[in-house]
């Protein structure tokens, strides 16, 4: 998985409740990708992050906010969770080289329950 | 609202046949493709990229590019049941490298 941990890799949580899902990377790429995975879309991107504090928001970002406070850590928090949110969340990088392949981490299954 | 379209599936092929996967995108300007493979449970993993169009191979897989059509499609020759998967495809959509997928085809190779 290309230097990517993903953590939790599970967690079931309660609707209204805050989470926060880890990304963290040994690659030292500068840009970092949040995704979701649901049945019948394919992955969706939420925020991205082209810098340490420079980061944007992406397709489907309502609900969630993300930091990037040093280069190999991106953070994605859900503000207060919905049942809606339950999915695979997917944290990617890439170099901006190699036809600016992502690479993608392990993933966390969310329930919100 | 751009888009990237893939075929459903599930494309079934017998062992050792051809295996043709098919991508249209609405985006005129794009210039970067990609085709990931991603198992069950499992994360995506990249197979290859595609910018110029025309053909490029890569052992058993072949991507192909023709954005007259604005069409991208991946071949897997001498299928193995290992390649049953959902094969994603995907385009750089605006700055930042940032990718758009379509839904994926689930490919089911059966001996």
């Known amino acids: 998985d290309a230097g990517i941990t993903q953590s939790p890799r599970h967690k079931v949580t309660e609707t209204g409740t805050p989470v926060t899902l880890r990304c963290h990377q040994t690659?030292?790429?500068?840009?970092m990708y949040w995704y979701r995975q649901d049945p019948g879309h394919g992955l969706r991107l939420i925020h991205y992050s082209y810098g340490v504090k420079d980061t944007d928001k992406g397709e489907v970002s309502d609900g969630y906010s993300v930091s990037r406070s040093k280069t190999e850590d991106f953070l994605l928090t859900l503000e207060s969770a919905t049942s809606s949110q339950t999915s695979v969340y997917f944290c990617?990088?890439?170099?901006?080289?190699?036809?600016?392949?992502?690479?993608f981490g392990p993933g966390t299954r969310l329930l919100v329950l | 609202q751009k888009e990237v379209e893939q075929n459903s599936g599930p494309l079934s092929v017998p062992e050792g046949a051809i295996a043709s996967l098919n991508c249209t995108y609405s985006d005129r300007g794009s210039q970067s493709f990609f085709w990931y493979r991603q198992y069950s449970g499992k994360s995506p993993e990249l197979i290859m990229f595609i910018y110029s169009n025309g053909d490029k191979e890569d052992g058993r897989f072949t991507a192909q590019l023709n954005k007259a059509s604005q069409y991208v499609s991946l071949l897997i020759r001498d299928s193995q049941p290992s390649d049953s998967a959902t094969y994603l495809c995907a385009v750089i959509g605006g700055g930042y490298n940032k990718l758009i997928f379509g839904a994926g085809t689930r490919l089911a190779v059966h001996p």
């Open positions: 690659e030292n790429h500068r840009y």
């Open positions: 990617a990088i890439s170099d901006g080289g190699a036809g600016e392949t992502q690479y």
